[in-house]
């Protein structure tokens, strides 16, 4: 019998929780049940943990994070932390935004293609342990502001956020890196993403409210 986490079976009946809509027939979970429980059962044969972090379903190996699952408007996604490790011989695997650098997703729009890719799916989860076995790491960037860790988990986790962190400027994003990187403790670095999540998705900048105290 497979290991299933209550926290997911609350998610799958209420949704995340992010909007008004939560709990509602109009709920977006609701519209895609039958790909996110078919998306479950394989991630969760594959041996991973089920978790509920950042509201959503999220698989872990010994503590790291693997995958998450989740419904979007126009699609359900099967998201990889560290997808640009994977070999992804069939070519399915995107980013979830233009400024992602390690995540990769698979969408899907119905059961079927669940159904018809299963067997890569399973590989790719498969090989997903094995990197986390391995404990294989991206390689590091070559720009002058890496990308945290803690700020790619939320962007391959939330969507939303990945296009609102896209369509800064580049100076706000720096602004962003900056500070974020400026924490030597990965708690502060969630903390202070966390923080200014409100900021990113109104698309602001982290030095906008003094600039406009001191017009």
């Known amino acids: ?13 209420e949704g995340c929780g992010r909007c008004p809509r939560g709990g ?3 709920c977006k979970v609701h519209a895609w049940q ?5 998306l479950r059962t394989i991630v ?9 972090k950042w509201k959503i379903p999220c698989y872990t190996f010994q503590g790291a994070n693997v995958a998450i699952v989740a419904a979007f408007n126009d699609n359900t996604i099967l998201t990889f932390f560290k997808g ?6 069939a070519g399915i695997l995107e980013k979830p935004g233009e400024n992602s650098h390690v995540a990769r997703v698979i969408r899907f729009t119905n059961v079927q293609q669940i159904a018809d890719r299963e067997a890569t799916l399973r590989a790719c989860l498969q090989e997903a342990i094995d990197v986390e076995k391995a404990g294989l790491k991206p390689p590091a960037e070559r720009t002058s502001e890496p990308i945290p ?4 988990e939320r962007l ?3 969507p939303d956020f990945s296009v609102a962190w896209d369509a800064l400027t580049p100076g706000r994003q720096r602004g962003y890196l900056l500070f974020f990187n400026g924490a030597k403790q990965s708690a502060t670095r969630a903390a202070r993403i966390e923080k200014h999540i409100p900021d990113i998705l109104a698309g602001r900048g982290i030095h906008d409210d003094y600039k406009d105290r001191m017009a």
């Open 24 to 26: 509602t027939p109009d």
């Open 149 to 152: 860790e803690e700020l790619e």
């Open 34 to 38: 039958e790909e996110l429980r078919a």
């Open 44 to 52: 969760l044969e594959s041996g991973l943990t089920e978790e509920r």
């Open 84 to 89: 640009t490790l994977l070999s992804d011989p």
């Open 156 to 158: 391959a986790a939330e």
């Open 1 to 13: 019998m497979l290991k299933t986490n209550p926290e997911i079976d609350l998610y799958l009946a």
